[in-house]
């Protein structure tokens, strides 16, 4: 079939390469498969919204050549095998017709990107594609949770070795118990494994187990992928705390589910504290899921909306879809972004938890056709090394 990119070269059939896909927690997923799966307690080669990593070392990727380049130097250097996160961009465009996939992990299935897709059965459509083009002998790995997974094995061909994992009595691997602290994540199965990770929260957990059964697919041993999860390297920009009291932490939450699970990480982890959130919506996205998005957010103590990646849009126009959705809670609405963050810091208490969500590991915010640099890790830091002094 006609895709928007070229044909694999002949090596790539050479590599085991794995595709993650899902609305959210594709790239926690990929991040953390790519460390259960490495054979010298490393990571394999793995694509995710970070850059193209490989051997210790993140390289932003903008060209499928590009790509392509890297794997081929990542190849000649002896890897057997890849984790790719893929977007439903591009599956729509064809990455799984021309690339050839051994494995597929699907995550999740929530509203988001109907400005690209208009519908959300075009969304799943664009997201089945990686599994669709399995070939016989490969495998699948499927959240028995989400009722999308019924309609993906639907297209699963003949031949695949499908997994699943869950908290129900229909998963393969099922999830009784999910621990979180300050210190990451542990995950106990029906069978008796117990699964730590570095990660905070219990989404993450979830996601360690689909990475978990994928590693077993790929050919490592169960206890052997374990181990590599709980030393995977730390994962930029996903609740990961910057400063300890008050915790401030940045995450790139911004769906509503995954600002949901966000809220609701940073509840348990408060222990008694207030929650606050910082956030916005970006420009030229789907302005339909500003609403739930603002509501998911609206769970904390203290809401403060500001600037995310206006691009062309009025950040006063989004910021005004963002208010709406929360009328009859008092809501501040504060548009630089660094005045948003300072503004969040100066009354919060020592167990307090601020999640400055959306951006994550980004390090530009983008207004009208300006990339200006920004971080909201640096930016935090900024604020509290002025004020406070880590304990």
Request: net charge negative.
């Amino acid at each position: 079939m006609p895709t928007g990119f070229p044909a694999a070269p002949a090596w790539a059939r050479d590599l085991c390469s794995v595709g993650v896909t899902g609305t959210n927690g594709k790239t926690s997923t990929s991040w953390m498969l790519a460390a259960a799966s490495a054979d010298d307690g490393g990571m394999l080669p793995v694509l995710t919204t970070l850059g193209f990593t490989a051997d210790g070392v993140t390289v932003p990727l903008a060209e499928h050549a590009v790509f392509v380049e890297r794997m081929k130097r990542a190849y000649d250097a002896g890897a057997r095998a890849a984790v790719l996160e893929m977007t439903s961009l591009s599956l729509a465009n064809g990455a799984a017709a021309a690339w050839p996939f051994l494995g597929a992990v699907f995550t999740n299935f929530t509203r988001d990107h109907l400005d690209i897709h208009a519908t959300a059965e075009h969304y799943l459509a664009s997201k089945a594609q990686l599994f669709v083009h399995l070939e016989a002998g490969a495998f699948a790995v499927l959240n028995a949770d989400d009722p999308a997974s019924s309609l993906l094995e639907e297209v699963i061909p003949k031949g695949v070795r499908v997994h699943r994992y869950g908290h129900g009595e229909g998963a393969d691997a099922r999830i009784v118990d999910v621990s979180v602290s300050w210190e990451g994540t542990t995950v106990r199965l029906g069978d008796g494994t117990v699964l730590s990770i570095p990660l905070v929260g219990r989404h993450f957990g979830v996601n360690a187990v689909a990475a978990w059964i994928a590693a077993q697919s790929m050919g490592t041993e169960p206890s052997r992928a374990a181990a590599r999860l709980a030393s995977a390297p730390p994962l930029s920009g996903r609740f990961e705390r910057v400063w300890p009291g008050p915790h401030v932490v940045v995450d790139y939450a911004h769906s509503p589910d995954a600002m949901g699970k966000t809220v609701a990480t940073a509840r348990h982890l408060a222990r008694g504290g207030g929650v606050t959130v910082v956030f916005g919506a970006a420009g030229g996205t789907d302005p339909g899921h500003r609403p739930a998005f603002a509501r998911a957010a609206g769970s904390a103590d203290r809401v403060v909306i500001t600037t995310d990646n206006p691009r062309d849009e009025d950040p006063t126009v989004i910021a005004s879809h963002l208010r709406a959705a929360l009328e009859g809670r008092e809501v501040e609405v504060v548009l630089d972004r660094r005045e948003a963050i300072e503004a969040a810091l100066r009354e919060a208490k020592e167990d307090d938890v601020v999640v400055l969500a959306g951006k994550g590991h980004e390090t530009v915010q983008i207004i009208g056709r300006e990339r200006r640099p920004w971080c909201d890790r640096e930016a935090a830091l900024d604020v509290l090394g002025r004020a406070r002094r880590p304990r």
